[in-house]
């Protein structure tokens, strides 16, 4: 088991360039989630999905996209990055949104927007 | 009223010492508390994790403490190791809401 896949790792985007950044998992999980972690400010729901076909905001979704089309992926776009995109995003997963279930990490991806 | 309170910022502490990390949350809503520890260059991963109807749950050297009067909650690290160094989260929780609220993090440094 891989568990939580992100790529890339690292990514450097001049201001106005797009990327997407995929994360899998093998664990067959329903939910996934994407953050993002900045200094002093800790982790910051972007966007989530509670299973394939769904995607909800979280608390700092303004300037992000996502998609949920297969199970195992979820996908995080940035249609015209801006310098404060700049940070590490963490994807994750959990069996069921329920506060119980574990939320496990990929490694993360360090985007800077230059 | 959605925060979650955390400190310090950072601590350092000797080798067989205990760490203590503080958090404090206003949404009396909430409902589980899980602890995350992160090392460098590496993704959080679920340290322990305790619901408001006991007062403590002790994993190992880990201990969380909670206190719902005061809506505050800890971690405890007994007998702290150079190994345990990273950076700690809290977080909170509602059931229902799949959306965990994170403090800013406490970074860790033991010595050796």
């Known amino acids: 088991n891989a568990g939580v896949t992100q790529t890339p790792k690292f990514r450097v985007l001049k201001t106005g360039q797009s990327m997407t950044l995929l994360c899998a998992q093998d664990?067959?999980?329903?939910?996934m989630y994407w953050y993002r972690q900045d200094p002093g400010m800790g982790l910051r729901l972007i966007h989530y999905s509670v299973g394939e076909g769904t995607t909800a905001k979280g608390e700092v979704p303004d300037g992000y996209n996502v998609s949920r089309l297969k199970k195992q992926n979820f996908l995080l776009g940035l249609e015209s990055a801006a310098p404060s995109q700049t940070s590490v995003y963490f994807c994750a997963s959990s069996w069921r949104g329920a506060p119980t279930d574990t939320q496990y990490f990929g490694p993360g991806t360090r985007l800077t927007v230059l | 009223q959605q925060q979650v309170k955390q400190s310090p910022q950072s601590l350092i502490v000797q080798k067989g010492g205990i760490s203590i990390i503080n958090c404090a949350y206003e949404?009396?809503?909430?409902?589980?508390f899980p602890w995350y520890q992160q090392f460098p260059g590496k993704g959080p991963a679920l340290l322990i994790a305790i619901r408001p109807d006991v007062s403590e749950k002790k994993e190992g050297r880990f201990t969380i403490s909670f206190n719902k009067s005061a809506k505050q909650f800890s971690l405890h690290i007994m007998d702290s190791q150079p190994g345990d160094s990273a950076t700690y989260f809290c977080?909170?929780?509602?059931?229902?809401?799949?959306?965990?609220?994170f403090g800013t993090g406490t970074r860790l440094k033991v010595l050796a």
């Open positions: 664990m067959n999980h329903e939910y």
């Open positions: 949404n009396t809503a909430f409902d589980y």
């Open positions: 977080a909170a929780d509602t059931s229902g809401t799949y959306k965990y609220i």
